[in-house]
Structure formats: structure tokens, C-alpha cells
């Protein structure tokens, strides 16, 4: 399997419910690979970002409000996907599991949390590490929304064991291992994370990005910061982030749904 993530740097849920629909999302009768069960559901349909994206890549506004619609879930079995007509062979085993059935049922974290660690549940017993570390940071971003610093904090903690437990990591997806670190407050781990990507003397952009993590490291600063922060875009023009963003689309969930459909 492909890795799912977009490397921008280059360029500079009470119960198993669908999200609401959202700009550029189409409702349509879906039949569950899981279960077989039929619901409505809306295919999202991403609309291009035009702020600059977090240095985990989350995407600026207007695509960054839209998270409730990036995945559907079945009402009968929960089954968690971008497209839950389409299932890897091992999703079946693991929606029928008690940890799934556990997480879907979690009232204790924020309803779209849980849709998100479902997903991340079934990648990871795919075997798709890196896709599941994806999910798990997704439901970090959705404890940062909630207000929910603490889980937001293991969340990102949990990505990273993912993403490092998967296939080697390239320069760009080290940035966010760093970014996540420090969010999570590991500042040794993210520092130590961080001076080695510099010593390997990345590209120029990924460069200018582990600087400014290297500085908020140093400074324990855990909070939110864009990546315009340490690529400024140039007047009058998107962030080129963005635009590399735009051209993919929903790359992250293309090179999944390519997934589920072997």
C-alpha cells in the first residue's frame, strides 16, 4: 500500500451516525460491505482550503470545518470509512471485535473522535500503520474542536507510535511526527525528532519548517501554529501549500479508498 499522507511541504459523531453533509457532499443510498445494511449516505466532495494549513497539515478553512463529513459509518454495524460500500477483507473481522465495538460505544470521547479511532481501529488490523496514525490524528483534531486537550494530547502521542511501528518515514511525514510530539508535549522526544531531521539536511522548505519547530520546542510552546508561519506566502497569493493541497484534493482519502477497495 501506497502512503497515504500529502506532503505539501514540497510546494510550499451518540452512535454509529453518518456526519452531516457539507459543501461539495452528494446523499445517495449506500449498501455496507460489512453488513450489507443500506443507508443514506453523503459522499463528501473536498472544497479547496484557502488558509494555510496547521504544521500537521490540517487544512486551513473553509476544508478545516468540514471533518464531520470526511467519513461515513454504517447505522447497523458501524462500520467506519470514506466509502463504506467498499471494505478490505480484514475490516469484517475487525468491525465484529469487542475493542471496535468498545470505541464506537465510547460516550466518554467526543462523538466524532470515536468515528475517527473506529477507522483508525480497522486500518490498523489491516495492517495499514501509517493510514491508521492518519485517523488517530484526526481524532486528535476533534478533541482540539472539543476542547479536549488531554485526549487531544494521547491521541498524537498514539499517532506517532503508529506512524513509527509502519514503514520508514520520509522527511516530510517526520515533520509531523515532530509536530505531534510537541502538541503532545513530548518536548525531548520531539527535539531529539527534530535535530536529527536537520542534521540529514532536508529540502529547503521541510528545512524552514523544523527551524520554527526546533524554536517553539525550545520555547515548551505546545499550541497551534500554520505552516505560514515558517514558509510565508507571497503577497496577494495563496499560501502554496494550499494550492499543492487543492491539486490533490482529497488525496489523503483517494490513496485510502484505493485501500479498501483490494
Same mark, same amino acid.
Given at each position: 500500500?501506497?502512503?497515504?499522507?500529502?506532503?505539501?511541504?514540497?510546494?510550499?459523531?451518540s452512535g454509529?451516525?453518518?456526519? =452531516?453533509?457539507a459543501?461539495?457532499?452528494?446523499a445517495a443510498?449506500v449498501r455496507?460491505?460489512?453488513?450489507?445494511?443500506?443507508?443514506r449516505? %453523503?459522499?463528501?466532495?473536498p472544497?479547496?482550503?484557502?488558509?494555510?494549513?496547521?504544521l500537521d497539515?490540517r487544512?486551513?478553512?473553509p476544508l478545516r %470545518?468540514?471533518?464531520a463529513?470526511?467519513l461515513?459509518?454504517? =447505522?447497523?454495524?458501524?462500520?467506519?470509512a470514506?466509502?463504506?460500500?467498499h471494505a478490505?477483507?480484514a475490516?469484517?473481522?475487525?468491525?465484529?471485535?469487542?475493542p471496535?465495538?468498545?470505541l464506537?460505544a465510547?460516550? %466518554?470521547?467526543?462523538?466524532l473522535?470515536?468515528?475517527?479511532?473506529?477507522?483508525?481501529?480497522?486500518?490498523?488490523?489491516s495492517?495499514?500503520?501509517?493510514?491508521?496514525?492518519?485517523a488517530?490524528l484526526?481524532?486528535?483534531?476533534?478533541?482540539d474542536?472539543?476542547?479536549k486537550?488531554?485526549l487531544?494530547r494521547a491521541?498524537r $502521542?498514539e499517532a506517532v507510535a503508529l506512524?513509527r511501528? $509502519?514503514? =520508514?518515514?520520509?522527511?516530510?511525514?517526520?515533520?509531523?511526527?515532530?509536530?505531534?510530539?510537541?502538541?503532545?508535549e513530548?518536548?525531548?522526544?520531539a $527535539?531529539?525528532?527534530?535535530d536529527?531531521?536537520?542534521?540529514s539536511h532536508?529540502?529547503?522548505?521541510?528545512a524552514?519548517v523544523?527551524e520554527?519547530?526546533?524554536?517553539?520546542?525550545?520555547?515548551?510552546?505546545a499550541?497551534?501554529h500554520t505552516v505560514? %508561519?515558517?514558509l =510565508?506566502?507571497p503577497?496577494?497569493?495563496?499560501?502554496?501549500?494550499?494550492a499543492?493541497?487543492?491539486?490533490?484534493g482529497?488525496?489523503l482519502?483517494?490513496?485510502?479508498? $484505493?485501500?479498501w477497495?483490494?
Amino acid at each position: 500500500m501506497s502512503r497515504p499522507t500529502p506532503g505539501p511541504f514540497h510546494a510550499a459523531r451518540s452512535g454509529p451516525q453518518p456526519g =452531516p453533509r457539507a459543501a461539495g457532499a452528494r446523499a445517495a443510498e449506500v449498501r455496507c460491505a460489512v453488513c450489507g445494511t443500506e443507508s443514506r449516505q %453523503s459522499r463528501f466532495r473536498p472544497v479547496p482550503p484557502e488558509g494555510a494549513p496547521d504544521l500537521d497539515l490540517r487544512p486551513g478553512e473553509p476544508l478545516r %470545518s468540514t471533518m464531520a463529513s470526511w467519513l461515513q459509518q454504517c =447505522p447497523h454495524c458501524g462500520y467506519v470509512a470514506p466509502e463504506i460500500a467498499h471494505a478490505h477483507p480484514a475490516a469484517i473481522e475487525a468491525v465484529g471485535t469487542a475493542p471496535f465495538r468498545a470505541l464506537i460505544a465510547d460516550a %466518554s470521547h467526543p462523538t466524532l473522535a470515536r468515528r475517527f479511532l473506529a477507522y483508525a481501529y480497522v486500518l490498523e488490523e489491516s495492517g495499514a500503520l501509517h493510514a491508521a496514525a492518519e485517523a488517530t490524528l484526526q481524532a486528535a483534531w476533534a478533541a482540539d474542536d472539543a476542547r479536549k486537550p488531554d485526549l487531544a494530547r494521547a491521541w498524537r $502521542g498514539e499517532a506517532v507510535a503508529l506512524w513509527r511501528a $509502519g514503514p =520508514p518515514l520520509d522527511s516530510e511525514q517526520t515533520v509531523r511526527v515532530v509536530d505531534a510530539l510537541r502538541r503532545a508535549e513530548a518536548f525531548e522526544d520531539a $527535539g531529539a525528532t527534530a535535530d536529527q531531521l536537520a542534521a540529514s539536511h532536508p529540502p529547503d522548505a521541510v528545512a524552514g519548517v523544523i527551524e520554527l519547530e526546533q524554536r517553539l520546542i525550545a520555547l515548551r510552546d505546545a499550541g497551534r501554529h500554520t505552516v505560514a %508561519s515558517a514558509l =510565508p506566502p507571497p503577497a496577494r497569493r495563496p499560501h502554496a501549500t494550499q494550492a499543492s493541497i487543492a491539486r490533490r484534493g482529497g488525496g489523503l482519502w483517494e490513496r485510502l479508498r $484505493g485501500f479498501w477497495r483490494r
